[in-house]
């Protein structure tokens, strides 16, 4: 009886410690992502005045570049995947500079017109500010990663207006095919929370219900099950756009100021050729794939190429807004092919490319009720697991963690990053090895039996 009582004990303690410092880390990650989407709005509405303002993206490049060379070498890329890497290697320490230069550099990219997402700099503002929390009240190595990864979610759940996909997006980005149980509770608090203040100071979020269903069918969900896999091959051409960016990038040599100058000279360039559809958030485009506008059919290919070019030649953003550019306009074309209705599709797409490209199926399953309404859901939850077993073991994450094989007939490498994995095909065993890069620090114990412990 005694131990019983001294195991409650110390879960009611646990519940009440952890839904007090949720609680905060959600307040703070929700001013700060307030903060920062009415800068990035007031100068987005600032830049809407000069239509050639795209002119200007080698120098908002190499302000991005030189702010973050300078100043934060940790404010690089994307946002969500040095928040991963921070988690693995670093006990979720991020330094506070991270804040200031990466709400700086992403407004100068995305203002000019760089191909990017307010997402991954939300995340990362969020989980620097939760990091800071951390270090403000002493916790453990072992807490700071949870009030980190509070922080993935809170800035997730009140950039997209998505209080329930961001808080199961902050506990899955992490592992590919593992999610973290003992921050779920913690993360939803957090993501809630974040998503309440937001909405509280002002903050008006995009909802865009599908006008049509079809009535469940066995031809209609063999139709949707044939769109995952399509999706799915579209997740897997926006990953290998970002690492053949990568690759590119890293071996030109030149300095990265030059690299800078030389990438945003390309975007210029492909914009005069296509267009200015594919720069910025990209938010007209997504809204008219939703409603059932014309969409160029290549949009989702050319997409991939300016994000690709904007964030791997020193461009600060996110890559969650520009995936849902493309899942949009790929449901679009699929919906075009074969003569279906086309709002349904893209916002399958929609969700199903996060869940490919992310490695996240969970999440965006949950994200298609909480934007589209319960009708697409199970709809949704087919294509988005279609998508992300056939996008294989690559993601836009380099830094996420494999936790298990997509397929009993691949061999892989648990507990290394997913970072230049690439599947080998080994005769004499007749098997598929995936090989990951490095041993995350965070997870050198957690992998027993094939299986991360939680």
């Known amino acids: 009886m005694r131990q019983t009582l001294t195991e409650g004990s110390v879960l009611f303690a646990s519940v009440v410690k952890w839904f007090v410092l949720a609680t905060l880390t959600g307040a703070i990650v929700g001013v700060s992502t307030t903060v920062f989407l009415k800068v990035l709005a007031w100068s987005l509405t600032l830049a809407g005045r000069h239509p050639y303002s795209f002119v200007l993206l080698p120098v908002a490049l190499l302000i991005s570049v030189v702010l973050i060379k300078k100043l934060a070498p940790d404010a690089e890329g994307h946002g969500t995947e040095k928040v991963i890497e921070a988690v693995h290697v670093a ?5 506070a500079a991270v804040v200031p230069v990466k709400l700086v550099a992403t407004v100068v990219t995305l203002a000019c017109g760089g191909s990017a997402g307010k997402e991954g700099p939300c995340a990362q503002i969020g989980a620097g500010l939760a990091s800071s929390f951390a270090d403000l009240l002493k916790v453990s190595d072992h807490d700071r990663k949870k009030l980190v990864i509070c922080g993935i979610s809170a800035g997730f759940a ?3 207006g998505t209080p329930i996909a961001g808080s199961i997006f902050g506990v899955e980005v992490l592992f590919v095919g593992s999610i973290l149980y003992e921050v779920l509770l913690p993360s939803f608090i957090a993501g809630v929370t974040a998503y309440q203040v937001s909405s509280a100071l002002g903050i008006t979020y995009f909802g865009h219900p599908v006008p049509f269903v079809p009535v469940f069918s066995e031809a209609f969900f063999i139709t949707v099950a044939a769109a995952g896999l399509f999706f799915g091959i579209c997740s897997f051409v926006l990953v290998e756009a970002m690492n053949f960016g990568k690759k590119v990038a890293t071996t030109l040599p030149l300095s990265p100021a030059i690299k800078a100058l030389t990438g945003g000279s390309i975007l210029v360039g492909l914009t005069f050729l296509t267009g200015p559809r594919f720069l910025g958030l990209g938010l007209e485009t997504i809204e008219s794939a939703l409603g059932g506008g014309a969409v160029p059919w290549y949009a989702f290919a050319v997409k991939s190429v300016f994000t690709s070019v904007t964030l791997n030649f020193g461009g600060s953003g996110g890559i969650v807004t520009p995936i849902f550019f493309v899942g949009a306009t790929s449901g679009t074309l699929f919906a075009q092919i074969f003569g ?15 869940a490919g490209a992310a490695n996240t199926p969970i999440a965006a399953a949950i994200m298609a009720l909480e934007m589209f309404g319960p009708a697409l859901g199970p709809y949704a939850a087919v294509a988005c697991v279609i998508s992300y077993l056939m996008t294989g073991h690559r993601s836009v994450y380099p830094s996420q963690v494999l936790a298990i094989a997509k397929s009993s007939s691949i061999d892989v490498e648990l507990g290394k990053e997913i970072d230049g994995a690439r599947p080998e095909y080994h005769p004499e065993g007749k098997r598929w090895i995936v090989r990951g890069s490095r041993l995350a620090s965070s997870v050198r114990e957690r992998f027993r039996h094939g299986q991360p412990r939680s």
């Open 340 to 354: 279906l209705h086309a709002p349904t599709f893209a916002a399958l797409g929609l969700v199903a490319v996060l």
């Open 158 to 160: 009140s950039v997209f």
């Open 91 to 95: 006990s979720g320490r991020i330094r």
